[in-house]
């Protein structure tokens, strides 16, 4: 299931907005953090009132976090001094990415003057940018919303198959942990903040990697096992 974040949008009516051009493209949960809603608000949600008011409301950044699996930012600037450690997929290179995911997604939106900031676009697990004009980049956040949903919309995911379970949060966690565990008994590399550095990489890799659970435990046990290894090895070379 594919879910809609706005985060702190400043403009009630675009969270009217936002809610009718969800119902256009067949979306329906709406997630609101810290709203400023209001009956503008209702009134430009026309027939998608449901939407609006069936949205989960909530105060902090990362209880919305906390309800996906799998969360993507989104950003109209790619590059420069957000995350630069990976690029943002372009939208129709989300869909294929989506495509099949049986868990639950979140497409995060940021507030209509300064988008999500850099530590929240940080904590997401990959980005998506939508391609625009140099002489004009910023899009209306309902437009943002729309062109989104209307690719994610051109072909919707399959059911998903019971033995493939997607990967909880704290399962691609707990992978990265693991990850950073064995990195740290190689004491590779010698520089913390490189290793750091590695860490953080493998897990814009494991976001990016969409996988399930069965998949991440077959990845976690051969890394624990290495690293149970190296520790029974004091005197190795490292």
């Not at 300064?114 to 980005?127: H, P, Q, V």
Request: hydrophobic share 40%; aromatic share 8%.
């Amino acid at each position: 299931m594919i879910g809609v974040v706005l985060v702190e949008p400043e403009g009630p009516a675009n969270i009217g907005m936002v809610a009718r051009t969800m119902k256009n493209f067949g979306f329906s949960r709406l997630v609101l953090v810290n709203p400023n809603i209001t009956e503008e608000s209702y009134s430009y949600a026309v027939h998608a009132r449901d939407v609006l008011e069936n949205a989960v409301i909530l105060e902090e950044f990362d209880e919305a976090l906390e309800l996906f699996d799998l969360a993507v930012g989104t950003t109209g600037k790619p590059g420069k001094s957000y995350i630069p450690d990976r690029a943002p997929l372009m939208p129709w290179e989300l869909r294929e990415t989506l495509e099949g995911y049986p868990g639950r997604a979140g497409i995060f939106f940021g507030r209509e003057s300064i988008g999500l900031k850099n530590n929240e676009l940080a904590g997401m697990d990959f980005t998506v940018t939508i391609p625009t004009s140099d002489d004009y980049p910023v899009m209306n956040l309902a437009q943002a919303v729309a062109v989104i949903l209307y690719e994610l919309s051109r072909r919707r995911p399959e059911p998903a198959v019971e033995a493939l379970k997607p990967a909880t949060r704290r399962e691609r966690e707990k992978l990265v942990e693991t990850w950073a565990g064995l990195l740290e008994v190689l004491n590779y590399p010698k520089d913390v903040e490189r290793r750091e550095i590695f860490v953080k990489i493998f897990g814009r890799l494991v976001g990016r990697a969409v996988l399930y659970g069965r998949e991440v435990h077959t990845l976690i046990g051969p890394l624990r096992k290495a690293r149970i290894k190296l520790e029974e090895c004091p005197d190795a070379e490292r």
